[in-house]
């Protein structure tokens, strides 16, 4: 079965860096690609960033472009979140995201939960 699973998340002050990791298995990893989506206490889902297949194309929201960088390994099957000048809005769950052909989520991970705070 498909799995996702997230790590990197902790508590961390404002300025400062965390590095999101997503473990994956149960399908051929190098062949799809893989989103980030947050979720902020009490609202909605929010997109943060998308990557192809090999790595080269890359988009980012708004909120986050010039702050954050994803990437992916896929000998490692493991897709990258590195979360640079983190700000108090950046306090959220933060969900790997596996996409399908048309670049619809179809599969989630549990999240881990990223804290912004002085």
């Known amino acids: 079965e498909v799995q996702l699973v997230e790590s990197g998340g902790g508590l961390v002050q404002p300025g400062g860096s965390l590095r999101l990791s997503c473990a994956a298995s149960?399908?051929?990893?190098?062949?799809?690609?893989m989103s980030w989506v947050r979720q902020a206490p009490g609202k909605g889902l929010e997109w943060v960033s998308a990557?192809?297949?090999?790595?080269?194309?890359?988009n980012y929201a708004d909120s986050v472009k010039g702050r954050f960088t994803i990437s992916r390994d896929n000998a490692k099957n493991t897709l990258y979140l590195q979360m640079n000048s983190l700000k108090p809005e950046d306090t959220a769950v933060y969900y790997c995201?596996?996409?399908?052909?048309?670049?619809?989520?179809?599969?989630w991970g549990q999240g881990t939960q990223v804290t912004v705070s002085s």
């Open positions: 990557i192809n297949t090999g790595g080269g194309g890359t």
């Open positions: 995201a596996k996409t399908n052909t048309g670049w619809v989520y179809d599969y």
């Open positions: 149960g399908f051929p990893f190098s062949s799809y690609g």
